[in-house]
């Protein structure tokens, strides 16, 4: 069936249904973010203790002599065996990646009703040849898609969506296109599984001596209808690839968001950090499907005990670098850590644009962005995050009167910085240092910094400043523009203020 759908895949002409079977959803929901136990026998367990039973496993574990509906006492006999619990939550987040990942194929999706094991989708690739070529093309672009979100994945074509479903699963070897009006040739040697029999009709259909689908599509329909009614008409028709299907297409929304459940409390932020990794592998895959970068992640850790630590990073550029976003939450939980042990992790990543700073040609270099998230957090985690930052001027005449805000990048032209290239630069004292000053009247004649004596040459002021007089901080002050010499005759060019309030003279600035 294989050989004969890829030589005849020249035939297939529109529509196009490709029909994307998921075995093991359970397990490779877990697997997904667990990549260290990739190559493990690997179990899930569903249902509540002590009737707990195998719903799921991996290839390994099969090997192993695993079946399903065993129960955890029989699996005591295995050895090397690695047993999860199932999560809802963590499907949930799969079967969201994987209609991601097919909406960037196109938008008309339909999520199939499927055992408790499986998961199956069907995309209507119609119209789409100039886009993603032709059907064997596609399939593999849609193929590498899945596995770049760590699904293991089995294809089918047909221009029967029913025939794509049924074939699906069968197809474990390679993809399968099903040729044009051949959709009957296909389907004849699958068993009666195929078409997801309630347990009465496959009883039926058993008791008639019938094993495949070849065999009830031979039957007489008019005899087959008087004994099942419709429904056998729609089991004689969808055996022989004729049964028709108004598509229902999904809408799902565009999230990126990951969830991760542990058995027991992690306390090691080490351990966290490398469940981290897996998870926004994740969110970068599915972003860069969608041709977007990570402008946010925010991480929501469920403690143990109840109770939730929250926390969000944001660079200053929406970046698609796994090593920068996992050294921010690093850098992030280390100075903001739990308060006690992680039970399970929720990360959701708001997407950005993946654009690139266009800097002038004859503009300054400015410091790479990502590099600058990553040390001003390394920063931030030694001095405290409200010391970090750049300043912005607040409203007022107050010599300190700023305060310190998120570094972002500037937009600065080539013209602007041409024109304060030559500006006279103040370095303000932080604090300021204590004087002892000598006047003469009105005038400044010399004052002692440190220790030194200097000698005042020029001097400029006062210019007299107020404010705040309505709160109990209100402030006076008188500010000298000085040019001093010392005993070496080393110039001095600084900025005085005299506290009129306090009666109290300081340096308060130096002039490059």
Known sequence: ??????????????????????????????????PDLARSPVVVLAGDPPLEQVCSANAQAFKLGVMQGMTRAELDSFTGLCVLRRSEAEERSASTALLGVAAAFTPRIEVQAAQTSTFVMVLDMTGTTRIFGPAPQAISSIARACTAVRFSVQLAASANLHTAVCIAPAARKAPVIVPIDQERECLRSLPLSALNLTAQQA???????????????????????????????RLWLLSRGEHPHLMVPEEPAFTLEEFLAFDAPIEILDSLLFVFGPMLDQLLARAQNHAFALASVTVKLGLDGGGEHERTIKPALPVLQR??????????????????????IFLHAEPGDRSKVQLGLFAPQLPEA???????????AMVGEE????????????SDGFAMERFVVPERTAKQSAATRHAVALRRCRPPLDLSVQQEGQRLTAFSLQGKRYTVQEAYGPWRKSGDWWTSEVWSHEEWDVRATDKAEDTLLCLISHDLLRHHWQLEALYD
């Open 323 to 344: 090593d920068v976003l996992l050294k921010l939450l690093h850098l992030d939980l280390q100075a903001h850590p739990p308060s006690a042990g992680v039970m399970s």
């Open 370 to 380: 990502l590099r600058l998230d990553v040390t001003l957090a390394r920063i931030a």
């Open 203 to 233: 009883d039926t259909l058993t008791l008639w001596g019938l094993h495949t689908l070849g065999e009830l599509a031979g039957l007489p329909e008019i005899d087959l209808v008087v004994r099942l009614g419709q429904e056998g008409k």
């Open 1 to 34: 069936m294989e050989k004969r759908g890829v030589m005849g895949a020249s035939k297939v002409k529109e529509p196009l249904y490709v029909c994307v079977y998921v075995p093991e959803f359970p397990t490779q929901a877990l697997l997904r973010l667990r």
């Open 387 to 398: 010391r970090v930052g750049r300043a912005r001027l607040l409203d007022t005449h107050r």
